[in-house]
Nanobody
Framework: QVQLVESGGDLVQPGGSLRLSCAASGTIFKIHSMGWYRQGPGKQRELVAHITSGGNPNYADSVKGRFTISRDNAKNTVYLQMNSLKPEDTAVYYC???????????????WGQGTQVTVAS
């Protein structure tokens, strides 16, 4: 199985920056896409950013120009650089990946446990 461990969540003032990391470990044959979702208080979980195995990113409109997603395939790690943070970015951020655990397996979707990001003064 694939385990995802996020880190980097914190309390930050509006206008500040944070960098989230998510490392995949366990039985991994191939990691396809990786992404970040978030769930704010009283809200549904939403896509923040997604990056393909080839490195092509896409972003939610609300974070375009402020957030940057990247991945290090050698480390099975995805990052989310968040700049110009706003109070409405406050949420639990979840790492997500579509990965194939074994050579004869099929792709599954995996989730991390989440990391809290709070933007407040």
């Amino acid at each position: 199985q694939v385990q995802l461990v996020e880190s980097g969540g914190d309390l930050v003032q509006p206008g500040g920056s944070l960098r989230l990391s998510c490392a995949a470990s366990g039985t991994i044959f191939k990691i396809h896409s990786m992404g970040w979702y978030r769930q704010g208080p009283g809200k549904q979980r939403e896509l923040v950013a997604h990056i393909t195995s080839g490195g092509n990113p896409n972003y939610a409109d609300s974070v375009k120009g402020r957030f940057t997603i990247s991945r290090d395939n050698a480390k099975n790690t995805v990052y989310l650089q968040m700049n110009s943070l706003k109070p409405e970015d406050t949420a639990v951020y979840y790492c997500n990946t579509l990965a194939t655990p074994t050579a004869l397996g099929v792709p599954y979707e995996y989730w991390g446990q989440g990391t809290q990001v709070t933007v407040a003064s």
